[in-house]
């Protein structure tokens, strides 16, 4: 198998499965028992916490366990709009129309019980106008959103610029709003400094960066208005209930740890590969056209519509001869639904509906690019026939 869908999931690294694996044998204890295999596990859950930490630039109390970027951001943007609107601060959110669902959907969430949001665009690369934001902020804008890199596209948005906007902005009480990015996709190809980014929390995802699946960080930055999502146990420090998940949490600080060593040189290596394959494609499939991002992205990414196809199809099509792929729209009851991410960027439907998200990993080499670069000039041509003929009108 060619995968090329690191996007989506990535392998388990071999130090992460290194470090889990105790956990998953003789070491099972619960970290909140007093004896000593539940003092081992809670040792290790602090020891993962100050290696997250450490990478981070925060100190271990901001560092909460969750069970992935989806709890993470949910906890996010609930927790402290929430917490933010209880305290008197405001009921108005800020988001963009690129976030991932997990981000729009937790918003909508708080629009249905009462919020107001304000969603900014994005511009044909797919990136979020700071301006745009502090053009929106109000003085009872308790909340901005914002991700640090698209994972559709690999825009990288202007986080800092954000929190230099949002930071300037104070209401009369003296309040200001606070910002979560989503920082899913980031791992692995850019340094992750809160300091630097300047936000107030921040969303990971194990499984995006060799971690295993199922486990996930929230940095929430101290003194943060919050509110938990889950109820019971106090464990995470009051902000997370539920038993900790010891092996999960080992394995995910293994993986940040070894996914945070050597990101320049791993993204000037996976850069070349990803230009390898844009190249190629533009000299070999007529009619492909790249979507998004020229300057400013994520090196691994390559979003690239094949218009008259139907991305599902090309899709099946190069799962056949075994390469892994990621269509950017999906087709249900004859109806096309194109990516909300392309469609915010003002990419025309015929198009969109006809994109794939090729993304590369730190172990994709220069043969699986050629391999890949030799059979999809004709599986394109071969999934435009079997695509409906309104796409190619
Ligand atoms: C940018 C972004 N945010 C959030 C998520 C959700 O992460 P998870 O599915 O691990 O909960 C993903 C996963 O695709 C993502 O790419």
């Known amino acids: 198998m060619i995968y090329l869908d690191h996007a989506a999931t990535t392998k388990l690294r071999a130090d992460a499965l290194q470090a889990m694996l105790p956990f998953l044998g003789e070491q099972f204890g619960n970290p909140s028992g007093l004896y000593a295999v539940g003092r081992e596990a809670q040792g290790a859950v602090d020891s993962a916490r100050e290696t997250v930490a450490s990478i981070l630039g925060c100190r271990a109390s901001e560092v909460v366990f969750t069970s992935g970027g989806t709890e993470s951001i949910n906890t996010a943007i609930r927790g402290i709009a929430l917490a933010m609107q209880r305290a008197g601060a405001g009921g108005h959110v800020i988001t963009s129309a690129i976030e991932h669902h997990a981000g729009l959907h937790a918003v909508q969430y708080l629009e249905e019980r009462g919020f107001e949001v304000t969603e900014v665009g994005s511009d044909q690369a797919g990136r979020v106008d700071p301006a745009e934001i502090a053009a929106a902020l109000r003085p009872d804008t308790v909340l901005v959103s914002v991700m640090l890199a698209n994972n559709e596209v690999g825009t990288i948005q202007p986080v800092a610029e954000v929190a230099a906007m949002v930071r300037g902005f104070t209401n009369e009480q003296g309040h200001r709003a606070l910002l979560h990015t989503d920082a899913v996709q980031a791992p692995g190809w850019l340094r992750i400094d809160v300091e630097a980014l300047g936000v107030d929390a921040l969303s990971l995802s194990a499984h995006k960066f060799g971690g295993p699946k199922g486990t996930g960080i929230l940095y929430l930055r101290k003194a943060t208005p919050f509110t938990p999502l889950l109820h019971g146990g106090g464990q995470e420090m009051q ?34 590969l990803r230009e390898r394959l844009r190249e190629g494609i533009l000299a070999s499939v007529p009619g492909a056209v790249p979507n998004g991002c020229q300057v400013d992205c994520l090196p691994n990414n390559l979003n690239v519509s094949f218009p008259g196809v139907e991305s599902d199809v090309l899709v099946g099509r190069l799962d056949a001869q075994g390469i892994a792929v990621s269509s950017g729209s999906a087709c249900s009851n004859s109806t096309w639904e194109p990516s909300h991410v392309l469609m915010a960027m003002g990419v025309h439907i015929r198009q969109a509906v006809g994109s794939i998200r090729f993304s590369l ?22 999934a435009r026939k079997a695509s409906t003929p309104a796409l190619s009108a």
């Open 239 to 272: 902000k997370r209930a539920g038993t900790e998940n010891v092996a999960g949490i080992a394995g995910t600080a293994a993986a940040l740890e070894a996914a945070s060593l050597g990101v320049e040189e791993r993204g000037r290596r996976v850069r070349a």
């Open 361 to 382: 990993g730190e172990e994709t080499s220069g043969e699986e690019i050629d391999a890949v670069l030799a059979v999809l000039p004709g599986e394109v041509e071969l």
